[in-house]
T-cell receptor
Framework: KNQVEQSPQSLIILEGKNCTLQCNYTVSPFSNLRWYKQDTGRGPVSLTIMTFSENTKSNGRYTATLDADTKQSSLHITASQLSDSASYICVVSDRGSTLGRLYFGRGTQLTVWP | EADIYQTPRYLVIGTGKKITLECSQTMGHDKMYWYQQDPGMELHLIHYSYGVNSTEKGDLSSESTVSRIRTEHFPLTLESARPSHTSQYLC???????????????FGPGTRLLVL
């Protein structure tokens, strides 16, 4: 069964600290993996996208890594800011259909405290 | 910031009422989607469209219906709302895959629906 599992479910860190969010998936065949940031009451916004051949992708203070062999990805946030408080969603796309179906994780709820 | 809009942002309505959730995008995207998301849960695809006059049901069974008469507009309708329809509804759009497997969906702000 194609699934996307994220950990931890929630995380609280102090402003200025770093953190790493995890994503494990069983989606096959694999096309790409995205990390989205979803602020409370808003729609998700894409942070990074990686295909099979890409191991790492950065977007400012966000760095995503992908290990396609172990089917794991991580999102590292450096020098966290209060505005980083949000849900971070891992999304994996397959190549099994013309739709390029997306499998969503439940997200990690990150709270940054001052 | 993506140019995709949803109205209303919040809606409280009684059981049995007919409602239409609006979604519009100004990016000229062919593909549009409707997702349902409950608090702390993953997004579930309920409808999608590849273009004008094309609509398909998604993975999650839904009593809602959609239409795609214009490229930029993808409304979702519930003929008779029930408390079980209470949820957040997210609309998204994407351009046709540029061929590199990096198609990105752009999401609207969502509509939070409460059916009493």
């Amino acid at each position: 069964k194609n699934q996307v599992e994220q950990s931890p479910q929630s995380l609280i860190i102090l402003e200025g600290k770093n953190c790493t969010l995890q994503c494990n998936y069983t989606v096959s065949p694999f096309s790409n993996l995205r990390w989205y940031k979803q602020d409370t009451g808003r729609g998700p916004v894409s942070l990074t996208i990686m295909t099979f051949s890409e191991n790492t992708k950065s977007n400012g203070r966000y760095t995503a890594t992908l290990d396609a062999d172990t089917k794991q990805s991580s999102l590292h946030i450096t020098a966290s800011q209060l505005s980083d408080s949000a849900s971070y969603i891992c999304v994996v796309s397959d190549r099994g259909s013309t739709l390029g179906r997306l499998y969503f994780g439940r997200g990690t709820q990150l709270t940054v405290w001052p | 910031e993506a140019d995709i809009y949803q109205t209303p942002r919040y809606l409280v309505i009684g059981t049995g009422k007919k409602i239409t959730l609006e979604c519009s995008q100004t990016m000229g995207h062919d593909k549009m989607y409707w997702y349902q998301q409950d608090p702390g849960m993953e997004l579930h695809l309920i409808h999608y469209s590849y273009g004008v006059n094309s609509t398909e049901k998604g993975d999650l069974s839904s009593e809602s219906t959609v239409s795609r008469i214009r490229t930029e507009h993808f409304p979702l309708t519930l003929e008779s709302a029930r408390p079980s329809h209470t949820s957040q509804y997210l609309c998204a759009s994407s351009e046709s895959d540029p061929g590199q497997g990096k198609e990105t969906q752009y999401f609207g702000p969502g509509t939070r629906l409460l059916v009493l």
